[in-house]
C-alpha cells in the first residue's frame, strides 16, 4: 500500500520560511494529484496547495503567493515551500494523495510547522 512520509516541520519566525517534504513508496506521477492540508488548534482541515499530474497548481487565496508547491518525480517526493511564514500559519501539515486505483485517498501522518510572531 502506498504510504506517505512528511518531514520538514519545525519552529520559525513571522516572516521566515520552512519547506516541507513527502516522500511516496508509489509512483507519484500515477496519482491524479498530490496535495498539502493544513490544520490548526481548534480549526477545520483545509487544502493549501495541489498539483495535478499535469503539473497544473491550485492554491487557496489564505496562501497564494507564499506557498508554492512542487515535486520531483523521480524521486517520488513532493514538497511545499512556505514564505513570509505567519502566525496563523501554525498548524499540522498532512500531504495528500488522490489515486485513480483503492484506496483512492491517502494521508500522511503530519508534521508541525509553529510560527513565532
Known amino acids: 500500500q502506498v504510504q506517505l512520509v512528511e518531514s520538514g516541520g519545525g519552529l520559525v519566525q513571522a516572516g521566515g520560511s520552512l519547506r516541507l517534504s513527502c516522500a511516496a513508496s508509489g509512483n507519484i506521477f500515477s496519482f491524479n494529484a498530490m496535495a498539502w492540508y493544513r490544520q490548526a488548534p481548534g480549526k477545520q482541515r483545509e487544502l493549501v496547495a495541489r498539483?495535478?499530474?499535469?503539473?497544473?497548481?491550485n492554491y487557496p487565496d489564505s496562501v497564494k503567493g507564499r506557498f508554492t508547491i512542487s515535486r520531483d518525480i523521480a524521486e517520488n517526493t513532493v514538497y511545499l515551500q512556505m514564505n513570509s511564514l505567519k502566525p496563523e500559519d501554525t498548524a499540522v501539515y498532512y500531504c495528500?494523495?488522490?489515486?485513480?486505483?483503492?484506496?483512492?485517498?491517502?494521508w500522511g501522518q503530519g508534521t508541525q510547522v509553529t510560527v513565532s510572531s
Open positions: 498539483i495535478t499530474r499535469l503539473g497544473i497548481t
Open positions: 495528500n494523495a488522490d489515486r485513480v486505483v483503492s484506496p483512492y485517498n491517502i
